[in-house]
Each structure stands twice: as structure tokens, then as C-alpha cells.
């Protein structure tokens, strides 16, 4: 949504940049020329970023993998100027430009924020601003970087027909290119293809198989191939610009991940079934797993007590867990009342920064205050971190500098803690999970839950505090 209005503000800026003092000479418009322009996160830990054009905000909150829809903007004599800022919890910072840029007329251009965030950099390519209304067009952008600054990533990419089963590797000519190098435009008929990437001279060696893709007559795609954050073998994954915004291709094997959490405090031990057969067994409260991954594909879901198997408290329900994706689900609130918790995850490591979530899944708290602050605050001089935070609520990532932290729970509108100090401590790069929950059996003392969001491509464990 932040994407989408600041593409509005964009269109309104450049619709005042196209008027100038002659902007009542109607020969003048008449002979106006125009180009495209669109813009791609992709340095996979550099955090969101901000886009200027002539030092006016055009675009905001723009994350990785994310582009912007094909902009016009006016051909004139003088440079436009463009910056791009990352956001970080210590202020805003310009990590490419400013930087004057010359653009043609009828001419296609986009620029992406590549390489990871201490080496970022723009690649900017362009084509012509013309596309056949019988024929596909692709132009690809190899946007990985090799694992070290003086190692590339050298690719050779098949484009061949769909087919099941799929046409050996090797039997259409390669395209060779390597970091920051491009192919393209071509023309390709409308059909279903399948585009896989190997390393250079390995044709054994697949880094990226797209499966089926289809593509109509009058599409007109750039494709970057961007680091593949998502789990899975696969090097990278392609990221299309449409000209109306972005999608992403996964690679055919990227996996879904999913982490459970028995959270109801009243309820006793379970187990997960999945597909009819238990996944996890006699799990207690208040236990969560790791995030495991598994393939993408449509779940079957339940929950049963383990001293009543065929006791359903939650489900049979069917789970669309995606490729790339990665969820976690939490059985919550008292047992007359369970019901599954369901978030969707966001693991990606960011740099500068550390990303904490926060979930309120304690029953008897209800609404409540949290404080995140420096270790020995006194928590009655400063306002709530976040206020008024119901039961079930997810707080979505906040970013915060690395270092150590007391979080604090109290009801809300008291500075009674329910829940802390609990001291955490934060890494620039981790990605956490922060649980609220009710205390545990016997006990009167509620309790918060940290866990590391981060895909663990095997048998999913089970970690109680």
C-alpha cells in the first residue's frame, strides 16, 4: 500500500516536473519527449529504502525484491538527479548518489540496487521503449554477486519450451553472462517456457530452474536474477518487473517453511497431524519449534490431544502454505476457546539492523503495554514502545539497533510488569520472534518466548523453555 501511494506522489511530482515556464507554448508540449523509468530493491540485506528524483521523495518503504511500475518522465536538457536512502532505526542514509543522470527519449530504463549493503551499487540498463503486440519481450539483469568481493558468478541460462518431462539441459545454446551483465531484449513466441540457470561451463551444476513460466503475446518483463534468501538449493531467483510493478519467479524446489507452537495454557500435551500421520507427538505448553522447511504444497492440518488421539481441539483445516514463504502457526487461548494463530514470517537479514517481532499470545493478559528500553530503564519515565496491544496481536518487525534490551510487559495504562525485565540481546543481522505467555503450570509468573527466525532445512525440533 506504502508502495502504491508513493507511486501516486511520483506521478504527480513528475506531471509538475513536465511544466515548466513554457508550459503554455503548445508547440513546445507538442514536441515533448518522454522515457521510462523503474526501480528495484535488490541487495538482499541492505534494509528498505527510500527513491529521490530531483531531491523530492518518490518512493518509500521499498524492501527487498520489491520494484516500482514503469514511470514517464520528460526528456530535458538538464541531468535528473537520483538518491537512494536506507532506512535504519538511527536515521535515513544515502546509499547510492546523488547521482546525475542523462536519459533518451523512447528509451526504457532501470535502475537496481544490487550487491550486498556494504558494497551496494546501481546497475542501470536500458532498451527501447517499444515491445512487438505478437511477441514477449524479456531482458535479464544478472543481479547475484559471487560470495566474496573478488569472486563472480559466472552463469550460463537455457531458455527452452515447457515440457514434462523437461528438455535435457544443453539442448538450446546457452547465454553465458556474468554479475551485473544483461541479455537482451528478445523476442520470444507466446507460449509456456522453462528457464534454468547453471554455472558457467557446468551444465550439471542448476542454481535455478524456473519451471513453467508463460508468457502472452505483449508481455514486457526485465528479469533480475536476485540472491535466493528463501531456503531451498537454489542460488537465486528471478524477480520480474512488469511495468506495472513486480513479481517473483522461486525456483521450482523452493521450499515453504513452518514452525507450531503450543501456546493454550490450559491445554495438555498434543499432537500435529498432518496428512493423517502425526508430525509432532505429545508436545507440551509451551513449546515451539524451529522453522522447518518442507515443499511447498496444500496441508492438512490438525491438532488432537495426545491422551484422546481422534480429539480434535483445532482443525482438520487445509493449510496453502507457498514456496518462499515461511509461516508459523500457534495454537492459542484457553482450551474451550483454542484456535490456530497464523503469521507469516519475514526472515530476511538485514545488515544494518536487527528485526524483533513481538506476539501477544497470553490469554489472561489480555491488553497490554510493551516496553523495549536499555537495560536498567525504570520503565515509569518513559512511554510504552507500543500501546494498547491486544491478545493475538503480531507486532510485525520492528528494526532495532543491535546491543542488549529489557522488555517489559504490563497491562495496559498500569506500569505493573506482568511479563520482564526479560533482557534480551540483539545482533545487526538476527531476526527474532519475542512470544508473550501465560506462566506455566503451577507457576504465577507469565513468561516470553525469543526464538531465531531462521530456516532450518531439516527435521523440524521442538524447543521448550
Request: charged fraction near 15%; include cysteine; glycine fraction near 8%.
Amino acid at each position: 500500500m506504502k508502495l502504491m501511494k508513493s507511486l501516486v506522489l511520483l506521478g504527480s511530482v513528475l506531471a509538475l516536473s513536465a511544466c515548466d515556464s513554457d508550459s503554455n507554448n503548445n508547440n513546445r508540449n507538442q514536441d515533448a519527449e518522454f522515457f521510462s523509468l523503474q526501480v528495484l530493491h535488490a541487495s538482499p540485506d541492505a534494509p528498505p529504502v527510500n527513491v529521490f528524483v530531483d531531491g523530492v521523495e518518490v518512493l518509500s518503504g521499498v524492501d527487498f525484491k520489491e520494484g516500482s511500475a514503469q514511470l514517464g518522465l520528460q526528456v530535458r536538457d538538464i541531468p535528473y538527479s537520483i538518491r537512494v536512502d536506507g532506512i535504519t532505526p538511527d536515521g535515513d542514509v544515502t546509499v547510492i548518489g546523488p547521482a546525475d543522470f542523462t536519459f533518451e527519449a523512447d528509451t526504457t530504463y532501470t535502475i537496481a540496487a544490487i550487491n550486498g549493503v556494504a558494497d551496494i551499487e546501481p546497475a542501470i540498463i536500458s532498451q527501447p521503449d517499444t515491445s512487438s503486440a505478437a511477441s514477449a519481450r524479456i531482458f535479464v539483469l544478472h543481479g547475484t554477486a559471487g560470495p566474496g568481493p573478488d569472486f563472480s558468478l559466472p552463469v550460463d541460462v537455457y531458455v527452452d519450451a515447457f515440457s514434462e518431462p523437461a528438455a535435457p539441459i544443453g539442448t538450446s545454446a546457452p547465454f553465458t553472462f556474468d554479475f551485473r551483465g544483461t541479455i537482451g531484449p528478445a523476442e520470444l513466441a507466446p507460449g509456456d517456457y522453462q528457464i534454468r540457470v547453471t554455472l558457467a561451463g557446468d551444465p550439471d551444476t542448476v542454481v535455478y530452474d524456473s519451471g513453467r513460466v508463460p508468457l502472452a503475446a505483449g508481455d514486457d518483463l526485465v528479469l533480475a536474477a536476485v540472491p535466493n534468501i528463501d531456503g531451498g538449493p537454489a542460488a537465486v531467483s528471478l524477480v520480474a518487473l512488469t511495468g506495472t510493478g513486480s513479481a517473483e519467479f522461486a525456483d521450482v524446489n523452493a521450499p515453504t517453511g513452518l514452525r507450531i507452537g503450543h501456546l493454550s495454557p490450559d491445554t495438555p500435551e498434543v499432537d500435529v497431524v498432518v496428512d493423517g500421520e502425526i508430525f509432532l507427538g505429545n508436545v507440551p505448553f509451551p513449546a515451539v519449534t524451529d522453522i522447518g522447511a518442507l515443499p511447498a504444497a496444500t496441508y492438512n492440518v490438525a491438532v488432537q490431544a495426545t491422551v484422546n488421539p481422534g480429539t480434535f481441539p483445532i482443525g482438520p483445516v487445509d493449510l496453502d502454505l507457498e514456496a518462499g514463504t515461511w509461516y508459523t502457526v500457534l495454537a492459542v487461548d484457553f482450551l474451550a476457546n483454542i484456535e490456530p494463530l497464523i503469521l507469516t514470517d519475514d526472515g530476511r537479514s538485514v545488515a544494518t539492523n536487527a528485526k524483533v517481532r513481538i506476539v501477544h499470545a497470553s490469554p489472561t493478559a489480555q491488553d497490554v503495554d510493551i516496553y523495549v528500553v536499555a537495560p536498567g530503564t525504570d520503565i515509569n519515565t518513559v512511554d510504552p514502545t507500543l500501546a494498547v496491544v491486544p491478545f493475538k496481536a503480531n507486532t510485525g518487525y520492528l528494526a532495532l539497533p543491535e546491543g542488549d534490551y529489557e522488555v517489559t510487559v504490563t497491562p495496559t495504562g498500569t506500569k505493573t510488569a506482568a511479563i520482564g525485565p526479560a533482557a534480551i540481546s540483539i545482533e545487526n543481522g538476527g531476526v527474532y520472534t519475542a512470544i508473550a505467555r501465560d506462566p506455566l503450570p503451577g507457576e504465577t509468573e507469565f513468561g516470553l518466548i525469543v526464538l531465531a527466525d531462521s530456516l532450518i532445512e531439516a527435521d523440524t525440533r521442538v524447543e521448550a523453555d
